[in-house]
């Protein structure tokens, strides 16, 4: 089996059957703690022990809750921040709450917000 195929037939687990994997191979490798690397568990997974994993986000979404007064001003700042077209980016601010930016850092996120709360638009980090 190749390292994709293995890979693969990891992401088809369920999360009760992922947490049955990780014992079982802690177990036959003698392993007393797995490092958990960022994103390597599914959200909503929980370690052997049964507490949430306590990983640190590296990658955040930035949330547009609320366009408030200046709307068009909003617009253009969605349009310049994600590269799409005046239309889409309407669309995209008319929908709200929609994600403006996903997978990007915190202080990248935290500076969009401030870029459109000081539009006078509401935001969130998640």
Do not use: C, Y
Request: no cysteine; aromatic share 2%; hydrophobic share 40%.
């Amino acid at each position: 089996m190749t390292t994709q195929e293995l890979l693969t037939a990891i992401e088809n687990l369920k999360v009760s059957e992922l947490v049955e994997l990780v014992n079982a191979l802690k177990e036959r490798f003698g392993i007393t703690a797995l490092p958990v690397a960022t994103g390597a568990i599914p959200a909503g997974a929980a370690p052997a022990g049964g507490a949430p994993a306590a990983e640190e986000k590296t990658t955040f979404n930035v949330i547009l809750t609320d366009t408030g007064d200046q709307k068009v001003q909003v617009v253009k700042l969605v349009k310049s921040l994600t590269g799409l077209g005046l239309k889409e980016s309407k669309e995209l601010v008319d929908a709200a709450p929609k994600p403006i930016k996903e997978g990007v850092s915190r202080d990248e996120a935290e500076q969009i917000k401030k870029q459109l709360e000081d539009l006078g638009a509401k935001a969130e980090i998640q």
